[in-house]
């Protein structure tokens, strides 16, 4: 060193930075310096100077650390973990759309607060929905019973017990209209957990709105729709693959043409997790089906960019805070490339993922079922921190019976309170640059692109659903989850740890379907029959046939005889002669 | 060496939720069982009738849709119709209430073992009641 030179010695670890003075451009050098310096060598030298005499003296809770999914975690992460760095995450509202799909988030908009309602006949669910709408809820999300679901009438033998149960009954267009009575369907966003039967319903919510004289144009809203799911994890089904995928098909083209405000379909991970899968699993097989929806309507020759801006996604949000955050911000970034990359979007409206949220409904435990109010409130604060657009909290009462009206109002002000009091909502992507957890959006889009690639490898969704290898991947993860579990490896407070050998009394009250329900639900359905014209239901059910033995949009012939006031059941039961029905690959 | 177990694994109703029936199935096959799955959305009586033609020990039904007050009595009173009530332990899983399960189990249903119960418990439960049955005959 000259003299007369000032010097600044900075240790690094092992490395010695001798600084000849502070000017700029040395403490830009430095600043290099810190960005580029090798951080493996950095983390394996504080390992061993650090940690290893640290542990030596208190050892770690577990030999090693894993995620909810089984992914294992780092005792802390640093730029060596993250293989793509946050510039390539660009902006908000900008392709990949990482940090979310749109500029200004909920800056702008606050994320929709959907919490679902469904049970009993359609007044009882239209009470609920008015309660939820009177506490401050913006938008409304309707439950449908089984037979419902699955194409039954009230009064088949099939749905003996289930009617109005886990859902709303709803048989015709009248039902749904009376679930909807006195609730303005061209300013709220109405969304419907319906699936094999989905065609049918949106017909029906297309029908109410022309008799009440709302344009098409003004609905909002989502219908659920995703087929694939059913097959692989819900197992809610009717008609075989193909023509199940075909009514999806038609429901996304007629949507486009007409309902430029409509989610024909939420492309859902949801239920393959609830199943059992893990949160790779969650990503792939929603993407997966979601590039075969899309595979589907390409082929009828509209572009992608036609309808993919009315693509919607629906993902759980679950008990691994950080995990989940990565894997809504990696669903993104993924479905955006899936999007440029092998459908050629243009519009950036095709490449943002939007998406719906619901807390983890198996996560929720029947023992000491206050604490539930807490595992719902963290994971709804991941779904928030992941980006969600809408948002419905399971109730802490749902291990127990279908929600209570108390129940879903906790739900409600839990969302209320994220939004209003946590300050979450006021900046963008907050945990965006996290070392922790951009390692792990990182390794779940590497994780679940992989396993897109071994879908097509083995022939494509529908072959994988009918060779039962989605239903095995996912039967393979729950019951590896459940051994965990059973080790205490997985910890779930009040069950495997923490228990309380008194029960004790509920801590509220549940809530019960009124046992004259199916009773009632059967005489209205006899009574709705004797109403109308048969000549003419049997007419337009005969038109519905036809339609659906060529290739033409069904979506018309439908909406004609739902508004002839066919039920459900004769529409599915028409179709059934033309379609086949499914059967199951059943595997354990 | 004794005889094998043979468990029917059913499900009943419209309900879709499997992800319960199928760890079982799989536990209690790895505990030396033999287990048929009836797959999903079966009628009582055709979970009756495959249970009496294979035989089995247990009818091992589960039930997340709420439907269990009307699903049970509905199998009990089939495998009475065909005078294998005292030969098939009914066990039942699921989401069920606590008084409902005192009222099941009183009506003839073995155990009802809910959501969250150990599978070594389950196969423990089969087990001791295989055994009794058998004892006793």
């Not at chain 1, 005499?53 to 294992?72: C, K, L, M």
């Not at chain 1, 607060?113 to 359609?122: F, N």
């Not at chain 1, 998406?355 to 928030?384: D, E, I, K, M, Y």
């Not at chain 2, 005078?83 to 009802?112: C, F, N, Q, S, Y």
């Amino acid at each position: 060193m000259l003299p007369g030179e000032r010097s600044l010695t900075i240790r690094l670890g092992p490395l010695v930075v001798v600084a000849r003075d502070d000017s700029i451009l040395t403490r830009r050098m430095l600043y290099t310096f810190t960005m580029s310096k090798d951080w493996k060598a950095e983390r394996e030298r504080w390992e061993n100077e650090t940690v290893a005499p640290f542990v030596d003296r208190r050892p770690e809770r577990r030999e090693s650390f894993e995620t909810f999914s089984g992914a294992e975690v780092e005792r802390v992460y640093t730029p060596e973990h993250v293989e793509q760095q946050a510039a390539e995450g660009g902006f908000p509202g900008e392709f990949p759309y990482l940090r979310g799909p749109y500029p200004t988030m909920y800056r702008a908009r606050p994320w929709t607060m959907r919490q679902i309602a469904g049970y009993g006949r359609p007044e009882d669910t239209n009470d609920r929905l008015r309660y939820l709408i009177a506490a401050g809820q913006t938008g409304i999300s309707i439950d449908f019973d089984m037979p419902t679901l699955m194409g039954y009438d009230s009064d088949n033998v099939m749905s003996f017990g289930e009617v109005g149960r886990e859902g709303v009954a709803v048989d015709h267009v009248d039902d749904l209209a009376g679930v909807l009575d006195g609730i303005d369907i061209g300013e709220i966003s109405v969304s419907m957990t319906i699936n094999p039967t989905a065609w049918a319903m949106l017909a029906k919510f297309l029908v109410v709105a022309q008799e009440r004289n709302v344009p098409w144009s003004s609905l909002s809203g989502t219908t659920q729709a995703d087929i694939v799911k059913e097959f692989i994890a819900q197992k809610e089904w009717i008609f075989p693959v193909e023509p199940s995928l075909r009514l999806l098909r038609d429901m996304i083209t007629f949507g486009a043409e007409h309902l430029p405000r409509w989610n024909p379909v939420n492309v859902s991970g949801y239920h393959a997790r609830e199943a059992g899968a893990t949160a790779v699993q969650e990503v792939a097989f929603t993407l997966a089906a979601g590039i075969t929806y899309s595979e589907q309507a390409t082929a009828t020759g509209m572009p992608f960019d036609e309808f993919a801006p009315r693509l919607s996604f629906y993902f759980i949000s679950h008990s691994d805070f950080l995990e989940e955050i990565a894997k809504f911000r990696a669903a993104r970034r993924l479905w955006a490339r899936i999007a440029r990359e092998r459908f050629d979007a243009r519009k950036p409206e095709s490449m943002r993922l939007r998406f719906h949220c619901q807390t983890s409904g198996s996560a929720l435990t029947a023992a000491q079922p206050l604490n539930n109010v807490a595992r719902g409130s963290l994971q709804a604060l991941a779904a928030v921190l992941g980006g969600a657009q809408s948002l419905h909290v399971s109730g802490m009462d749902e291990a127990l019976a279908i929600p209570s009206a108390e129940a879903m109002k906790v739900a409600l002000r839990t969302q209320q309170i994220i939004l209003e009091e946590s300050g979450v909502a006021n900046t963008i992507d907050p945990l965006g640059g996290s070392h922790a957890i951009e390692a792990m959006t990182d390794r779940i889009e590497r994780d679940a692109k992989e396993l897109i690639d071994e879908v097509d490898e083995r022939g494509g969704t529908v072959e994988c659903i009918e060779s039962g290898w989605f239903q095995q991947e996912i039967a393979d993860s729950s019951y590896i989850f459940q051994l965990a579990k059973e080790a205490g490896e997985r910890v779930i407070v009040g069950v495997n740890a923490y228990r309380e050998d008194d029960p004790g009394v509920l801590p509220f009250e549940l809530h019960r379907v009124a046992p004259d329900t199916e009773e009632r639900k059967i005489e209205e359905l006899i009574a709705h029959r004797a109403t109308r014209d048969d000549a003419a239901v049997d007419a337009r059910l005969a038109e519905l046939v036809a339609v659906a033995q060529t290739d033409a949009n069904i979506m018309p012939a439908t909406i004609e005889a739902v508004r002839a006031r066919a039920t459900t059941g004769e529409i599915v039961e028409s179709l059934r002669a033309v379609f086949g029905t499914y059967v199951e690959t059943a595997v354990f | 060496m004794a005889q094998q177990i043979r468990v029917l694994m059913a499900k009943i109703g419209l309900d879709g939720h499997d992800r319960g029936v199928k760890v079982v199935a799989r536990a209690l096959r790895d505990a030396g069982m033999e287990i048929i799955y009836t797959g999903l959305h079966r009628r009582p009586e055709e979970v009756v009738r495959v249970a009496i033609d294979e035989d089995v020990d247990v009818i091992g039904v589960s039930v997340l849709s709420g439907a269990h007050m009307h699903i049970f009595p509905r199998v009990i009173e089939l495998l009475e119709a065909e005078d294998a009530r005292e030969d098939i332990t009914i066990i039942g899983g699921g989401t069920i209430l606590p008084e409902d399960i005192d009222a099941l189990e009183e009506m003839g249903i073995h155990k009802v073992l809910g959501v969250d119960t150990p599978l070594q418990e389950i196969v423990d439960t089969i087990n001791e009641a295989v055994e009794a049955k058998r004892a006793a005959r």
